[in-house]
Structure formats: structure tokens, C-alpha cells
């Protein structure tokens, strides 16, 4: 049975940083795409970075590039999302995910899901 948890979120004030991390048991994470996503109350998951399974390919959203980074430690099978100068606005359920079939950097994408870790962003 595949199990993904989420870690890291927390209470932080704007200009703050956050590392999220995210684990897995019965899935070898280092032979899947993953990425990590958001959530905000009354809006549509989105994919905030998605990552390829060896580390070489990397995407963001517009609205996280140059703030956010995405890494992986296969050795650990762990995958990190490192968040600074973090705004009000990033506050969100944020999800870990990976993925068994082709695709992208879309939630309909990727087929496996932890429970998620929240993050709030103070002005």
C-alpha cells in the first residue's frame, strides 16, 4: 500500500521561509515524476513545481519562480520544497504527488497523493 506524507508547513509571517518535505512507503519515489501543490480554500488545486525522476527537469508557476525550489534526495526517497520570501497569498494546503504515466505538471496528472500539509502566510 502506497503512502505519501507531507511535513514542514507551519505558521510564518511574510518574507518567511518554510522547507517542506515529503516521504513515501511502498512507492520508490526516484522512478516517478513528482510535485508538490497547492490548495486554497474555495480554489482549484494547482501545481505550484513539478519535478523529474532524475532531478534534471524542473517547472514552477509563475507565481512561485524565483521563491520557490523543488529538489529530490532519491537516496532518502524524499522529496523537498524549499519556500522563501513566502507572501500571504501562498497560503494553501500544500499536497505531494507522483505520478506512474506520462504527463505534466497537472493535479489530473499524477495519481498518487499525501494527505497534505498547510501553510500560513501572516501580513
Known amino acids: 500500500q502506497v503512502q505519501i506524507v507531507e511535513s514542514g508547513g507551519g505558521l510564518v509571517q511574510a518574507g518567511g521561509s518554510l522547507r517542506l518535505s515529503c516521504t513515501a512507503s511502498?512507492?520508490?519515489?526516484?522512478?516517478?515524476?513528482m510535485g508538490w501543490f497547492r490548495q486554497a480554500p474555495e480554489k482549484e488545486r494547482e501545481g505550484v513545481a513539478c519535478i523529474g525522476w532524475s532531478g534534471r527537469s524542473t517547472y514552477y508557476a509563475d507565481s512561485v519562480q524565483g521563491r520557490f525550489t523543488i529538489s529530490r534526495d532519491n537516496a532518502k526517497n524524499t522529496l523537498y520544497l524549499q519556500m522563501n520570501s513566502l507572501k500571504p497569498e501562498d497560503t494553501a494546503m500544500y499536497y505531494c504527488?507522483?505520478?506512474?504515466?506520462?504527463?505534466?505538471?497537472?493535479?489530473?496528472?499524477?495519481?498518487?497523493w499525501g494527505q497534505g500539509t498547510q501553510v500560513t502566510v501572516s501580513s
Open positions: 504527488a507522483a505520478r506512474d504515466r506520462p504527463g505534466n505538471c497537472d493535479p489530473s496528472a499524477h495519481n498518487y
Open positions: 511502498g512507492l520508490n519515489l526516484d522512478e516517478h515524476p
